[in-house]
T-cell receptor, first 112, second 117 residues
């Protein structure tokens, strides 16, 4: 099946630092989603991207749909303690609301 | 607005036992999904449904069954529990993804943590 790779697997940063993480695949996707999962909770959608090259922000979060359609990036500016969690990317091959492929996640820890 | 509700939150099963994980959504979403999440792994799709009466297998369907008799409910059945089914199970729902509706992605429940011993 399709596979997504996320890097880094985990990261420890100081509060206030900026964070960058990415998601890559050997397949072309039509939609990219970024989710955050807090401990003991289900993933929550952060940003949805629908078009190659698209750059979308949600507060301190910015995500981009790669030009090749095989990757996506998520940046978090001025990190705060509540940014701690696992960040998942998910890609979709078609536009009809069916199955997404999820990456293994990037675990973010923010040190005070 | 409750969103996606999963019950139970935790369960311990003995090998060979059966159980049903419940999932209900009140958003009138037509698509519903069951995923499992193993430690350090992404979400793996077990089954999904595009509407009442229609279900289909995902990536890891073996050992599970589903039904979708109503739009709101999508229960997941484990018939003969095995240790390999120890995982966290997430139910999700969505509309179809049309950008002009401003809709995107899934709404997830808070998960059911299942341990099979």
């Amino acid at each position: 099946g399709q596979q997504l790779n996320q890097s880094p697997q985990s990261m420890f940063i100081q509060e206030g630092e900026d964070v960058s993480m990415n998601c890559t695949s050997s397949s072309i996707f039509n939609t990219w989603l970024w989710y955050k999962q807090d401990p003991g909770e289900g993933p929550v959608l952060l940003i949805a991207l629908y078009k190659a090259g698209e750059l979308t922000s949600n507060g301190r979060l910015t995500a981009q749909f790669g030009i090749t359609r095989k990757d996506s990036f998520l940046n978090i500016s001025a990190s705060i303690p509540s940014d701690v969690g696992i960040y998942f990317c998910a890609g979709q091959l078609n536009n009809y609301g069916q199955n997404f492929v999820f990456g293994p996640g990037t675990r973010l820890s923010v040190l005070p | 607005n409750a969103g996606v509700t999963q019950t139970p939150k935790f369960r311990i099963l003995k090998i060979g036992q059966s159980m049903t994980l419940q999932c209900a959504q009140d958003m009138n979403h037509n698509y519903m999904y069951w995923y499992r999440q193993d430690p350090g792994m992404g979400l793996k799709l077990i089954y999904y449904s595009v509407g009442a009466g229609i279900t289909d297998k995902g990536e890891v369907p073996n050992g599970y069954n589903v039904s979708r008799s109503t739009t709101e409910d999508f229960p997941l059945r484990l018939e003969l529990a095995a240790p390999s089914q120890t995982s966290v199970y997430f139910c999700a729902s969505s509309y179809t993804l049309y950008r002009d509706r401003g809709l995107g992605g899934y709404t997830f429940g808070s998960g059911t943590r299942l341990t099979v011993v």
